[in-house]
Each structure stands twice: as structure tokens, then as C-alpha cells.
């Protein structure tokens, strides 16, 4: 069993800056790719930020340059800086990771989501 948790987020002014983080804990081999995702109300998931295991970044448009991922390997953990934050960034984010568990079976895994809230 593979699990995801996260934490942080909460609720800020425009303008400031939040983080998250997610753990990934349970029967793993190998993790992967890592990401955020943000899901906000009446609207479809989107992808924020991903990392790969060797480092390299992707980010969507509208985050770039405000946003930064990062990952922690010995510690199975990956963050996501928030920094600059406007009201549209609102919505619960999500932690996605491609684990290989220690059966070799690889499959994606995503946490509980978190609530982030910018008020203007």
C-alpha cells in the first residue's frame, strides 16, 4: 500500500506566498515522476508543476516563474513554492506521483488534496 499525504496551504492575501508539501510513504520501490495539480471550483483539474527524478521542471504558463517544485528523494517528499499568489491561483491542489512499489508494479498515486485560498 502506497500513500500520499499532504500538507500546507491555507489561506492568504494576494501577494504573498504559500507552500505545500507531500509525503509518499508505504510498499515503494522507485518514485518517479512527481506533481501538482489544482482543481478549482467548476473547472477541470489542471497540471501545475511537475519534477522528474533526475531534477528537470515542468510548470504550467500561468504559474512559471511563481511557483517552484522540488523534490527531497531520501525523504520521498516533494514541495511546491507559492510565491506572488493571485486570486485565481484558489483551488484545492493535489499531489500526484508514478511509484513502483516494491512488487514492480508502477501506477500513479495521488493525495487528498489540500485548500488554498487567496483573497484579494
Known amino acids: 500500500q502506497v500513500q500520499l499525504v499532504e500538507s500546507g496551504g491555507g489561506s492568504v492575501q494576494a501577494g504573498e506566498s504559500l507552500s505545500v508539501s507531500c509525503a509518499a510513504s508505504g510498499n515503494i520501490l522507485r518514485i518517479n515522476d512527481m506533481g501538482w495539480h489544482r482543481q478549482a471550483p467548476g473547472k477541470q483539474r489542471e497540471m501545475v508543476a511537475s519534477i522528474r527524478s533526475d531534477g528537470s521542471t515542468n510548470y504550467a504558463d500561468s504559474v512559471r516563474g511563481r511557483f517552484t517544485i522540488s523534490r527531497d528523494n531520501a525523504k520521498n517528499t516533494v514541495y511546491l513554492q507559492m510565491n506572488s499568489l493571485k486570486p485565481e491561483d484558489t483551488a484545492v491542489y493535489y499531489c500526484?506521483?508514478?511509484?513502483?512499489?516494491?512488487?514492480?508494479?508502477?501506477?500513479?498515486?495521488w493525495g487528498q488534496g489540500t485548500q488554498v485560498t487567496i483573497s484579494s
Open positions: 500526484e506521483a508514478i511509484i513502483t512499489t516494491r512488487f514492480y508494479v508502477t501506477r500513479d498515486y
